[in-house]
Nanobody
Protein backbone atom coordinates (compact mmCIF):
# COMPACT_ATOMS: atom_id res chain seq x y z
CA UNK A 1 0.00 0.00 0.00
CA UNK A 2 0.95 3.61 -0.44
CA UNK A 3 0.25 6.42 1.99
CA UNK A 4 0.58 10.17 1.57
CA UNK A 5 0.62 12.01 4.87
CA UNK A 6 0.28 15.78 4.89
CA UNK A 7 1.06 18.25 7.62
CA UNK A 8 1.47 21.97 8.15
CA UNK A 9 -1.96 23.44 7.56
CA UNK A 10 -3.62 25.85 9.93
CA UNK A 11 -4.96 29.34 10.50
CA UNK A 12 -2.88 32.34 9.51
CA UNK A 13 -3.48 36.03 9.01
CA UNK A 14 -3.44 37.64 5.61
CA UNK A 15 0.16 38.27 4.56
CA UNK A 16 1.46 35.40 6.66
CA UNK A 17 3.24 32.20 5.72
CA UNK A 18 2.76 28.48 6.07
CA UNK A 19 4.72 25.45 4.98
CA UNK A 20 2.99 22.25 3.96
CA UNK A 21 4.72 18.89 3.89
CA UNK A 22 3.68 15.59 2.34
CA UNK A 23 5.53 12.33 2.81
CA UNK A 24 4.87 9.29 0.64
CA UNK A 25 5.53 5.86 2.07
CA UNK A 26 4.92 2.24 1.22
CA UNK A 27 5.89 -0.10 -1.55
CA UNK A 28 7.11 2.63 -3.91
CA UNK A 29 9.28 1.79 -6.90
CA UNK A 30 9.44 5.28 -8.40
CA UNK A 31 7.80 8.69 -8.12
CA UNK A 32 7.49 10.64 -11.33
CA UNK A 33 5.87 13.75 -9.95
CA UNK A 34 4.33 15.24 -6.87
CA UNK A 35 2.11 18.23 -6.38
CA UNK A 36 -0.42 20.16 -4.40
CA UNK A 37 -4.04 20.76 -5.26
CA UNK A 38 -6.62 22.75 -3.37
CA UNK A 39 -10.36 22.83 -3.14
CA UNK A 40 -12.41 25.64 -1.66
CA UNK A 41 -16.07 25.15 -0.69
CA UNK A 42 -18.27 25.14 -3.76
CA UNK A 43 -15.33 25.10 -6.15
CA UNK A 44 -13.56 22.46 -8.15
CA UNK A 45 -10.21 21.06 -7.11
CA UNK A 46 -7.40 22.94 -8.83
CA UNK A 47 -3.68 22.45 -9.27
CA UNK A 48 -1.63 24.78 -7.09
CA UNK A 49 1.88 23.59 -7.87
CA UNK A 50 3.64 20.52 -9.19
CA UNK A 51 7.19 19.23 -9.45
CA UNK A 52 8.60 16.44 -11.57
CA UNK A 53 11.28 13.96 -10.58
CA UNK A 54 13.68 16.08 -12.60
CA UNK A 55 12.81 19.20 -10.65
CA UNK A 56 10.66 20.95 -13.23
CA UNK A 57 8.02 23.03 -11.50
CA UNK A 58 4.63 24.37 -12.49
CA UNK A 59 2.44 26.86 -10.67
CA UNK A 60 -1.07 28.19 -10.92
CA UNK A 61 -1.03 31.83 -12.04
CA UNK A 62 -2.72 32.85 -8.80
CA UNK A 63 0.21 31.67 -6.66
CA UNK A 64 3.22 32.50 -8.83
CA UNK A 65 5.75 34.53 -6.91
CA UNK A 66 4.16 33.65 -3.57
CA UNK A 67 4.36 29.85 -3.33
CA UNK A 68 7.38 27.61 -3.81
CA UNK A 69 7.26 23.86 -4.28
CA UNK A 70 10.26 21.69 -3.53
CA UNK A 71 11.00 18.02 -3.16
CA UNK A 72 13.30 15.71 -1.23
CA UNK A 73 13.65 12.67 -3.45
CA UNK A 74 15.41 10.55 -0.85
CA UNK A 75 12.58 11.08 1.63
CA UNK A 76 9.78 10.95 -0.98
CA UNK A 77 8.59 14.24 0.46
CA UNK A 78 7.21 17.34 -1.20
CA UNK A 79 6.93 20.76 0.40
CA UNK A 80 4.88 23.84 -0.37
CA UNK A 81 6.16 27.09 1.08
CA UNK A 82 3.33 29.61 1.01
CA UNK A 83 4.02 33.28 1.59
CA UNK A 84 1.99 36.49 1.31
CA UNK A 85 -1.11 34.43 1.92
CA UNK A 86 -4.47 35.90 0.97
CA UNK A 87 -7.98 35.04 2.15
CA UNK A 88 -8.66 33.58 -1.30
CA UNK A 89 -5.98 30.96 -0.60
CA UNK A 90 -8.30 29.45 2.00
CA UNK A 91 -9.02 25.85 1.00
CA UNK A 92 -8.34 22.23 1.74
CA UNK A 93 -4.94 21.38 0.28
CA UNK A 94 -4.32 17.90 -1.07
CA UNK A 95 -1.02 16.24 -1.86
CA UNK A 96 -0.79 14.20 -5.04
CA UNK A 97 1.85 11.75 -6.21
CA UNK A 98 2.10 10.01 -9.56
CA UNK A 99 4.06 6.91 -8.78
CA UNK A 100 4.65 3.29 -9.54
CA UNK A 101 4.56 0.58 -6.91
CA UNK A 102 6.75 -2.49 -7.09
CA UNK A 103 5.07 -4.87 -9.52
CA UNK A 104 2.96 -2.21 -11.23
CA UNK A 105 3.14 -1.90 -15.00
CA UNK A 106 2.31 1.80 -15.05
CA UNK A 107 1.98 4.89 -12.87
CA UNK A 108 -1.04 5.71 -10.79
CA UNK A 109 -2.18 8.78 -8.91
CA UNK A 110 -2.36 8.76 -5.12
CA UNK A 111 -3.83 11.39 -2.82
CA UNK A 112 -3.37 12.54 0.73
CA UNK A 113 -6.24 13.10 3.11
CA UNK A 114 -6.05 16.88 2.85
CA UNK A 115 -5.00 19.63 5.22
CA UNK A 116 -6.97 22.81 5.83
CA UNK A 117 -5.45 26.21 5.23
CA UNK A 118 -7.46 29.19 6.46
CA UNK A 119 -6.31 32.76 5.86
CA UNK A 120 -8.08 35.45 7.84
CA UNK A 121 -8.39 39.00 6.58
Amino acid sequence: QVQLVESGGGLVQSGGSLRLSCAASGSIFSINGMGWYRQAPGKERELVAGITSGGITKYADSVKGRFTISRDGRRNTVYLQMSSLKPEDTAAYYCNARLRRYGDLHDNDYWGQGTQVTVSS
